[in-house]
Each structure stands twice: as structure tokens, then as C-alpha cells.
């Protein structure tokens, strides 16, 4: 068995290279347009989607969810379910549009980024493992204001820009403790770089212009564990129904913040540049899952999962988040059907649909929160091999504030869609010569 097992890691081994190159893009990677939106000027961006594309387009569904045929991140114990002889690998890009309004204002804003990666393969009968790189929270935004600036002592327009984001790369080990029962932890590491600018642009000609610079530069690990349950259906069709839940502590990691400020004069800097650089309070949460998935094997999946996430319990830097940090709830549902696994194409492509709804996890100015939610639709194409599938996720989002009649937010529209392709292979099947 030993034997078998280092076999095994030498076969999926020569991928990890393409792991790290794309590891090594990390300035790219932090700073891509995966996001226009201008809330993630609050907080750490954007909370990135941390199921897959084909699960995506099922809602987001993940925690009872196991299929030897998906890579299920969600939930570390589906990597058990991974067949003894497969190797699979998994990779996405998203493309966005969005539409902005904020009372009489409008604008669209399009965006395209690399999504995510990952591998996954047996290392023994039972026991599963994958290494991969994914986005934790997206942030992208600009727009400018007309505000007073004591330097000035006038009003003057300042431009406020934000990029960059955290990602994570990780590995993950699963076990079939018995037909039913399989346990599942995931260990990361979390890193990346938030950079806010501010720069303001006087009415009066030659006169000064300031700009600000915020990087907040994080690194730590994470630590995931998941549990599953299969239960049997007594019917002739051989229904299965999985529970799941996983729960992550809230960590800690080593983050600092280096602020910098320039002084112009007609384009050239004038003065000294004033920067400094302090360690800074950064959590991310404590968290909860738990979802539920009834399968009949290659003809329908549907399920549900539910969140939550212990953000008032956090500690933060305040130059980050604008806003006080609240609890957030997330539900997804969706399902998946295959009209006949054995038919021709159109019968054999998964039809998959689902919805979302979250609240925000950040309050505007102490005291303003959004809503957002959304339905998806896709579709997987399977490939002559019969294995592989190319996944078309289709999503339309909605971020909606509070209705507060004192004050005037952003309501944002998305059409977001993903592309992603599962590559699935008999890489440890010993094949003989007749």
C-alpha cells in the first residue's frame, strides 16, 4: 500500500510547477479586475465564491454534496469520493458585466480574471488529497468626490482607486472511514496584498495635489475540517441522501499595514515622502456550513446549504473597513439533471440551476447594509472521453441596499459568466499488453 501511495504522488506530482507558476503571477493575480463594485472599498473586498463552476451554476451548493465527477472545495470530505483510478483537475476564468446606479447615475463596468485551480487524485482506496490556488475576497473600485481638503482650505476633487485582494493556496486529505462516514481537513495558506489610493486634484492651478497610499500585506495559514453522511434510500432507484457540514476557527494571520503619502507640484514631487509601516489587527471568521444533497446516481443531484459566518466577533483595521463588521448568513439551493447518461450529447449534457441570498457582512458608516442574491443557470458538456466536461455557468446578481429615505446608496446588476473545465483521466489504471 505504501508502494501504491508514493506511485501515486510521483504521477500527480509534475503539475505542481503549473500550481506554482500560476502561484508565481501572485502580482497580476492580487491586483486583476475580477470586481467594479465599489463596496469593496469596505471591509476585504468582495467575499469570493468558494464553490466551483459546475456547483456554481447549481447555486453555489457544496457541503452535502459528493461526486466522484466534481472537485468539491467546499466541503473536504467529498475528496474521499474521487475514484481509485482518476486524476482530475479543475480550472476557471470569469467574465463580468455590471450596471450601477446610484439615484440618477449610471455606469456599466466590465471585468474578466482568472477564477481558480485545482487538482485532485486518490492517494490510497479511500483516501483522498488536492492541492489548489483560489481567491478569498476581490477588491476593484474607482470613482472620485468633490469634498474639502484642510491643506486647501477649499474643496477640491479627490480620486479614490482600490485593488488587489487575498487568495489562498491549499491542500486538502480525505478519508471513507466506512462506506458511509468520510472526514476531511483543508490547511492553506493566506496571502495577499489590499491597496487603496487616494489623490486629490485642486481648483487651483499649479497649486498642490496629495496622494495616498494604503497596502495592507497579509500571510498566514488557514484550517478547514468537513464531515459527510451518506444515507441509502430503500427504492429501486438507489437514491442516496448525503449530510454535510464544516466549521473553519476564526485565524489570525500576520498582516501590516504601509501608508505613504507624496506631495506634487506641476508633476514633480515636492518634499519628502512620509511613509510608515505598523502591524495591524486582521481577522477572518469563525465559520459554520451545513447543506444537504439527495442524488439518484447519473440522473439528478438537488440540494441545499446554509452559512454563517462570525464577523462582529473580528477584529480589524479601521483604515480598511469604513464601517463596523456584522454577522453573515448565506443559503444556497440548486439542482443538476441528466436526461440519459448513456444518449446522445444533448441527453447527456447536466442542466444545472440554483439561487443564493446573503447579507452583507460590512455596515456603511456603522449602520447601512446590502442585500445580495442572485440565480444561475449552466450547463455540463461532456467530452468525447466521456469523463471531462466543460462547464458554462450563467449568474445575474443583484446587490441591493437598505432602503433608507436619509440617504442615497448603490444598487448594482451583474451578468457574470464562467468557464471552467474539469479534466478527468484514468492516469493510475495499469494498463497490460494483450
Do not use: C
Not at 471591509?43 to 447555486?59: H, P
Request: hydrophobic share 35%; aromatic share 14%; proline share 4%.
Amino acid at each position: 500500500m505504501i508502494n501504491k501511495t508514493i506511485t501515486n504522488i510521483r504521477k500527480a506530482i509534475f503539475l505542481f510547477p503549473f500550481l506554482f507558476l500560476i502561484l508565481s503571477y501572485n502580482t497580476g493575480f492580487a491586483q486583476s479586475n475580477s470586481t467594479t463594485s465599489p463596496y469593496t472599498q469596505f471591509g476585504y473586498g468582495q467575499i469570493a465564491d468558494q464553490s466551483f463552476g459546475s456547483q456554481r451554476a447549481m447555486g453555489g451548493i457544496g457541503y452535502g454534496l459528493r461526486n466522484s465527477k466534481m472537485i468539491n472545495t467546499l466541503n473536504p470530505a467529498s475528496f474521499s469520493s474521487v475514484d481509485s483510478m482518476t486524476f482530475m483537475l479543475d480550472l476557471a476564468v470569469k467574465g463580468e458585466t455590471g450596471r450601477l446606479k446610484e439615484g440618477n447615475n449610471k455606469a456599466n463596468r466590465r471585468t474578466a480574471s482568472f477564477e481558480y485551480i485545482a487538482i485532485q487524485f486518490p492517494l490510497v482506496k479511500s483516501l483522498g488529497m488536492g492541492i489548489g490556488l483560489a481567491p478569498v475576497s476581490h477588491v476593484g473600485y474607482q470613482f472620485q468626490s468633490l469634498q474639502r481638503i484642510d491643506q486647501y482650505e477649499e474643496e477640491a476633487y479627490v480620486n479614490y482607486t482600490g485593488k488587489g485582494g487575498l487568495k489562498k493556496i491549499y491542500t486538502t486529505l480525505s478519508y471513507s472511514l466506512f462506506d458511509r462516514f468520510a472526514i476531511g481537513v483543508n490547511v492553506g495558506y493566506l496571502f495577499g496584498d489590499i491597496i487603496k489610493e487616494s489623490s486629490s486634484f485642486p481648483n487651483v492651478p499649479n497649486s498642490h495635489r496629495l496622494v495616498w497610499n494604503d497596502t495592507l500585506r497579509t500571510g498566514g495559514l488557514t484550517y478547514e475540517a468537513g464531515i459527510q453522511y451518506s444515507i441509502p434510500l430503500k427504492n429501486k432507484h438507489k437514491d442516496e441522501l448525503v449530510l454535510g457540514a464544516v466549521y473553519s476557527p476564526k485565524i489570525s494571520p500576520d498582516s501590516k499595514k504601509r501608508s505613504g503619502k507624496l506631495s506634487y507640484t506641476g508633476g514633480s514631487v515636492t518634499g519628502n515622502p512620509e511613509t510608515s509601516v505598523s502591524k495591524v489587527d486582521f481577522h477572518l471568521p469563525e465559520t459554520f456550513g451545513g447543506g444537504v444533497t439527495l442524488n439518484r446516481p447519473d440522473k439528478f443531484t438537488a440540494g441545499a446549504d446554509f452559512q454563517y459566518q462570525k464577523w462582529s466577533d473580528t477584529r480589524y483595521d479601521k483604515l480598511f473597513t469604513n464601517g463596523n463588521l456584522s454577522d453573515r448568513f448565506k443559503i444556497n439551493a440548486g439542482a443538476e439533471y441528466i436526461p440519459n447518461h448513456t444518449g446522445n450529447l444533448l441527453n447527456r449534457i447536466r442542466y444545472r440551476a440554483g439561487g443564493y441570498y446573503t447579507n452583507s457582512y460590512i455596515k456603511v458608516d456603522d449602520k447601512y447594509g446590502y442585500k445580495d442574491y442572485g440565480v444561475t443557470l449552466g450547463f455540463g458538456i461532456p467530452l468525447v472521453d466521456r469523463r471531462s466536461f466543460v462547464n458554462l455557468t450563467f449568474e445575474y446578481n443583484i446587490i441591493s441596499p437598505e432602503k433608507r429615505p436619509e440617504v442615497t446608496m448603490i444598487n448594482e446588476q451583474y451578468f457574470r459568466f464562467i468557464f471552467s473545465y474539469t479534466f478527468n483521466e484514468l492516469w493510475f489504471f495499469k494498463r497490460k499488453l494483450q
